[in-house]
């Protein structure tokens, strides 16, 4: 079982910064995958940023360039910092965690990008 705790979401201007993390109940060198998912309203929840075990990471299209997704092995927990915001990016952003065959979701915080 995995416990994952968000924190860093709120109100941000366009063109403004947001610094997400997700904290782990175990150490994350036991994780197969860490990653953000997000949900806008009326929209599918979709991927975002992951990184893998290997340190590989995936980005959105949408998001390449501007958000970065790093993890702090010291604090067990997956950061994603978010740069140049956009009103689009205005979602319900969730962490995520892989392990063993199971999927395990943070509670969501919220992200809103006013323009």
């Known amino acids: 079982q995995v416990q994952l705790v968000e924190s860093g979401g709120g109100l941000v201007q366009a063109g403004g910064s947001l610094r997400l993390s997700c904290a782990a109940s175990?150490?994350?060198?036991?994780?197969?995958?860490m990653g953000w998912y997000r949900q806008a309203p009326g929209k599918q929840r979709e991927l975002v940023a992951r990184i893998l075990s290997g340190g590989n990471t995936n980005y959105a299209d949408s998001v390449k360039g501007r958000f970065t997704i790093a993890i702090d092995n010291a604090k067990n927990t997956v950061n994603l910092q978010m740069n140049s915001l956009k009103p689009e990016d205005t979602a319900v952003y969730y962490c995520?965690?892989?392990?063993?065959?199971?999927?395990?979701w943070g509670q969501g915080t919220q992200v809103t990008v006013s323009s």
């Open positions: 995520y965690a892989a392990r063993l065959g199971h999927d395990y």
């Open positions: 175990q150490r994350l060198f036991r994780i197969n995958v």
